[in-house]
């Protein structure tokens, strides 16, 4: 079946700017999780999405960022007034909930600041 | 926090070389412990894993072993082939929390034919 998949695939702008990251998960899977993949920070986690629970909003980094998933399905990660240290691969996950399902991930947005 | 520290790269080796990436972690709890790797091009992608001590997860010709003592999850692998090369991640999730991962800085292999 379909993989997690994500758009855009690349995404330049200008610093200040709104951007929105588009994240389609598995079909079923109930977590979907965003990553971050930066040349300086390495891969870090910045939001979790579970079923009906609140999210961990823990790794966002500033208050700028904000994400939501509708319907338990599709999620977006909007990046407002963009930086250039926002720079980096977002990358999307997603799995089945409970014991130690393999997260399956997106192939990435890279995201470009000018 | 949960970390995990992990290699620092790059490493070159010939082709049927020994391979040891050594990677520990920092958690409360028992985590399950990952490596995950990346081919040029493509996307993240669970290599193998263990979930309690003394667990061996092995895949595609690579071993690590979730040693609780020493707080390790060292990658092996006996002979490398060229199509190894790739970007390899250590990871933990906490199992009684959320399952997010927490990943190494990350080692790049690159095997010489």
């Known amino acids: 079946g379909a993989g997690v998949s994500q758009s855009p695939s690349n995404k330049v702008t200008e610093k200040g700017k709104d951007v929105e990251l588009r994240c389609d998960p598995i079909s079923g899977h109930t977590a979907l999780y965003w990553y971050r993949q930066s040349l300086g920070q390495g891969l870090e986690f910045l939001i979790y999405f579970q079923g009906n629970s609140a999210p961990d909003k823990s790794g966002l980094p500033s208050d700028r960022f904000s994400a939501e998933r509708t319907g338990g399905s599709v999620s977006t990660l909007t990046i407002q007034r963009t930086q250039q240290e926002d720079s980096a691969v977002y990358l999307c996950?997603?799995?089945?909930?409970?014991?130690?399902?393999?997260?399956?991930f997106g192939p990435g947005t890279r995201l470009t600041v000018l | 926090g949960d970390s995990v520290t992990q290699m620092e790269g790059p490493v070159t080796l010939s082709e049927e070389a020994f391979l040891t990436i050594n990677c520990t972690y920092t958690a409360t709890g028992y985590p399950s412990l990952f490596w995950y790797v990346q081919y040029p091009g493509e996307g993240l992608q669970l290599l193998l894993k263990a979930t309690k001590a003394d667990d061996k997860g092995s895949n595609k010709g690579f071993e690590a072993t979730y040693r609780k003592e020493t707080t390790s999850f060292h990658l092996e692998k006996g002979s490398v082939q060229v199509s190894d090369s790739a970007v390899y991640f250590c990871?933990?999730?906490?199992?009684?929390?959320?399952?997010?991962?927490?990943f190494g800085t990350g080692t790049r292999l690159t095997i010489i034919p």
């Open positions: 996950a997603s799995s089945l909930v409970g014991g130690d399902n393999e997260q399956f």
């Open positions: 990871a933990l999730s906490d199992r009684f929390g959320n399952e997010k991962l927490t």
